[in-house]
T-cell receptor, first 113, second 112 residues
């Protein structure tokens, strides 16, 4: 298994500002993923974070709004830019191990006012 | 991605086996079936996955039909802590990683 931590665990932000969420895993992993879970909804994949290259974004998500960094094999950041109340969600990172099991972090609960 | 169909909710009795069904009639030959659960306000927890054969681990058993069009997750002795939303996911392998597409899941309530 993998131990994943996220910072911050929650935040309340004003509209128009940006928040950077950090994801740290306790072992080297090839693939990291960022998901969003809006209130009362299921999880939606935002992007796949590749080490050493640009992230691959899903339909409906763009780099200008959700820039991602992946500087090494144990760390990634997701920035939510120019926030609006519609960005209020739980943001989760996950990693995939060589056994094809994916493990999720505890999530970052974001409220935009 | 192959779609999955799960009942929106089900109740289970504590101490009894919980059988969670999932239909995935359009699954392809190289797609795996994954099960995750999400306990309120926590990140999803991996349970089990399989391709063709039945699988068992310390948490659950996964039974996949021979035609692979449906599967059942079995929690052998449900406890109150198993109350969660359970997601059945068919995973497609892509070059950049292995995407998990979450559907609505089954909200399981384990009752005393």
């Amino acid at each position: 298994s993998a131990v994943i931590s996220q910072k911050p665990s929650r935040d309340i932000c004003q509209r128009g500002t940006s928040l950077t969420i950090q994801c740290q895993v306790d072992s080297q992993v090839t693939m990291m993923f960022w998901y969003r879970q809006q209130p009362g909804q299921s999880l939606t994949l935002i992007a796949t974070a590749n080490q050493g290259s640009e992230a691959t974004y899903e339909s409906g998500f763009v780099i200008d709004k959700f820039p991602i960094s992946r500087p090494n094999l144990t760390f990634s950041t997701l920035t939510v830019s120019n926030m609006s109340p519609e960005d209020s969600s739980i943001y989760l990172c996950s990693v995939e191990l060589v056994s094809y099991e994916q493990y999720f972090g505890p999530g970052t609960r974001l409220t935009v006012t | 991605d192959a779609k999955t169909t799960q009942p929106p909710s089900m109740d289970c009795a504590e101490g009894r086996a919980a059988n969670l069904p999932c239909n995935h009639s359009t699954i392809s030959g190289n797609e795996y079936v994954y099960w995750y659960r999400q306990i309120h306000s926590q990140g999803p927890q991996y349970i089990i996955h399989g391709l063709k054969n039945n699988e068992t681990n310390e948490m659950a058993s996964l039974i996949i039909t021979e035609d692979r069009k449906s599967s059942t997750l079995i929690l052998p002795h449900a406890t109150l802590r198993d109350t969660a939303v359970y997601y059945c996911i068919v995973r497609v392998a892509i070059a950049a990683g292995n995407k998990l597409t979450f559907g609505g899941g089954t909200r399981v309530l384990v009752k005393p």
